[in-house]
């Protein structure tokens, strides 16, 4: 795991930061709420839209997620609340509650949530049994949270970093600005209103899974979970679990029929969703290439610690279409 250095035991403080910094104080000021003793943090750089640090602490392993996107209160707290209840459906993160019992606090005008720590690893090589266990729990997520709704904007959105960023003025070549900006023009053209849709995760990367023993364990950071049409979902395990992955074009073509065969025994496409299944996978590639765009110009413009991930490895995404 990446990570900058923060020990309690360190009489110096680190000047790095993620988006938010977090003294030593602050990080004992906020366990108190929590009634926990916190033995050593640290900051972790992965991920793209929030600040997260893991907590060692007299209980065990916590991560305190520390919330960027300027939302409301009672929007952040939706997705608490939907994650106590799909807990009993399938293994995800579970937030903590204060000694007041709450799941959500405020610090320093900043929303954060304490979430218990998942004994597991991110999954280093995608198999075929992982993409069966992908799918049935993707099939039960969006089963369960069929018409359920989030009532937030999600940030990964190709429509909101496409108007920010103005490619033209973006230092990357010019033939990656091209290809972007016709892909996007012939998927706006696509209407996904008619779908079936509830709760979606919307990040469901296999860094966002933990797996123990060759199994998976949880489905970890829900925060951008937003209600809109399922084959999002199931456009993102097939960009990112299958072709990012380069698997030849026979092996893809077989990995994409299992995960959806083991998506399907919990729950049936429509006829409308296998229509329009191509569109929704270049939209979650263009939300994705457009996301880590804007986040390189941030680092660069904050000095954030960020994992680096580059832009230009998902553009072979785009070669399907």
């Known amino acids: 795991?990446?990570?900058?250095?923060?020990?309690?035991?360190?009489?110096?403080?680190?000047?790095?930061?993620?988006?938010?910094?977090?003294?030593?104080?602050?990080?004992?000021?906020?366990?108190?709420?929590?009634d926990l003793v916190v033995y050593s943090f640290e900051?972790?750089?992965?991920?793209?839209?929030?600040?997260?640090?893991?907590?060692?602490?007299?209980?065990?392993?916590?991560?305190?997620?520390?919330?960027?996107?300027?939302?409301?209160?009672?929007?952040?707290?939706?997705?608490?609340?939907?994650?106590?209840?799909l807990n009993k459906?399938?293994?995800?993160?579970?937030?903590?509650?204060?000694?007041?019992?709450?799941?959500?606090?405020?610090?320093?005008?900043?929303?954060?949530?304490?979430?218990?720590?998942?004994?597991g690893e991110k999954i280093e090589k995608i198999t075929t049994d992982y993409l069966k266990e992908i799918g049935i729990l993707l099939g039960k997520l969006h089963k369960f949270s069929e018409n359920k709704v989030?009532?937030?904007?999600?940030?990964i959105d190709e429509n909101y970093y496409f108007k920010k960023l103005n490619l033209s003025s973006?230092?990357?070549?010019?033939?990656?600005?091209?290809?972007?900006?016709?892909?996007?023009?012939?998927?706006?053209?696509?209407?996904?209103?008619?779908?079936p849709q509830g709760i979606i995760h919307n990040d469901i990367f296999p860094d966002n899974v933990f797996v123990k023993d060759g199994k998976i364990v949880g489905i970890l950071d829900f925060n951008d979970a937003t209600t809109a049409p399922f084959i999002f979902d199931i456009?993102?395990?097939?960009?990112?679990?299958?072709?990012?992955?380069?698997?030849?074009?026979?092996?893809?073509?077989?990995?994409?029929?299992?995960?959806?065969?083991?998506y399907e025994s919990i729950r049936k496409l429509t006829s409308k969703e296998r229509e329009l299944l191509d569109m929704g996978i270049l939209k979650m590639a263009l939300a994705f290439i457009l996301v880590r765009i804007d986040r390189l110009i941030v680092r660069k413009e904050e000095n954030a610690l960020i994992e680096q991930k580059s832009y230009k490895e998902l553009m072979l995404l785009l070669k399907y279409f």
């Open 1 to 34: 795991m990446l990570k900058f250095r923060e020990k309690l035991k360190e009489e110096k403080e680190e000047d790095m930061a993620v988006y938010t910094y977090l003294s030593k104080e602050d990080i004992n000021n906020i366990a108190k709420e929590y």
């Open 43 to 85: 900051g972790i750089p992965e991920g793209i839209l929030n600040s997260n640090y893991l907590l060692n602490t007299d209980r065990g392993r916590f991560i305190l997620r520390v919330l960027e996107g300027n939302r409301s209160f009672e929007s952040e707290k939706e997705e608490l609340d939907f994650l106590l209840e």
């Open 89 to 119: 459906i399938i293994p995800c993160t579970i937030p903590c509650e204060t000694k007041s019992g709450e799941t959500l606090i405020r610090y320093n005008n900043k929303l954060m949530s304490l979430f218990y720590y998942i004994d």
């Open 150 to 155: 989030i009532s937030r904007k999600t940030r």
């Open 170 to 195: 973006v230092n990357i070549p010019k033939g990656d600005i091209d290809e972007i900006s016709k892909l996007y023009n012939k998927l706006s053209k696509i209407d996904f209103t008619s779908l």
């Open 235 to 262: 456009g993102i395990v097939i960009n990112f679990w299958i072709r990012i992955k380069r698997f030849d074009s026979i092996q893809e073509r077989e990995c994409i029929k299992i995960f959806l065969d083991a």
